[in-house]
């Protein structure tokens, strides 16, 4: 489990393609000063095992086809900045909210405003994802955790997120322009809720 809040912007090294999948190679030298092969990092919040760790503070990871036709991960070259964390230990704080690291799509940032001290920004999202949005809700873009600000339906459903100067400065958000992708996760909350309460029942 993760909680969306990015240690390290890391640099993929090298992602080499396979019949139905791809081994990715990372450089990341905070979150592999104490990683073992066998350990989860998010990766723009796609949840990888690490299957050897180098000298350099790169590690490698098995990328399977789901999360490559599913993630962004799927169009990643050498050189791209992505984010990183490592998964929680069972007494850490959980400074954002529940993220699994199970992609469930992705998104495209249509519009940015930039201000002084902080950014808001559009993404759009697949219909089928839309349902699970809330305003004051959580989602996680790209692996950082963050909270609604507004949320429009209908055909081309999408959702605002202000994005704070930690955020912007520390993460690979604040290199996001429109026409970027990105990978979505809802709140894992309200994906169980929708499978124990009917579509359109209401209290």
């Excluded at 959980?94 to 559009?122: M, P, Y």
Aim: glycine fraction near 12%; include cysteine; charge should be negative.
């Amino acid at each position: 489990m993760f909680t969306g809040i990015v240690e390290e912007r890391g640099e993929v090294c090298d992602l080499v393609r396979l019949q139905d999948s791809a081994q990715v190679t990372i450089r990341g030298p905070l979150v592999t000063g104490d990683v073992r092969p066998g350990d989860s990092i998010a990766v723009n919040g796609c949840c990888l095992t690490v299957i050897a760790v180098g000298a350099d503070g790169e590690f490698t990871a098995d990328v399977m086809a789901e999360s490559l036709s599913r993630t962004t991960l799927g169009s990643a070259r050498p050189g791209d900045a992505v984010n990183l964390e490592r998964s929680v230990p069972v007494d850490g704080r959980l400074g954002g909210h529940i993220v699994q690291g199970h992609v469930d799509g992705s998104g495209r940032v249509l519009s940015r405003q930039s201000t002084a001290r902080w950014d808001l920004v559009e993404i759009g999202l697949p219909v089928e994802l839309a349902r699970y949005v809330a305003e004051k809700g959580s989602i996680a873009v790209d692996g950082v955790s963050l909270t609604v600000v507004g949320v429009r339906d209908g055909a081309d459903p999408a959702f605002t997120v202000a994005l704070i100067p930690t955020t912007l400065k520390l993460t690979t958000l604040g290199l996001r322009t429109p026409g970027d992708d990105v990978n979505l996760e809802v709140d894992v909350l309200a994906k169980y809720l929708s499978r124990l309460v009917p579509e359109g029942v209401r209290a």
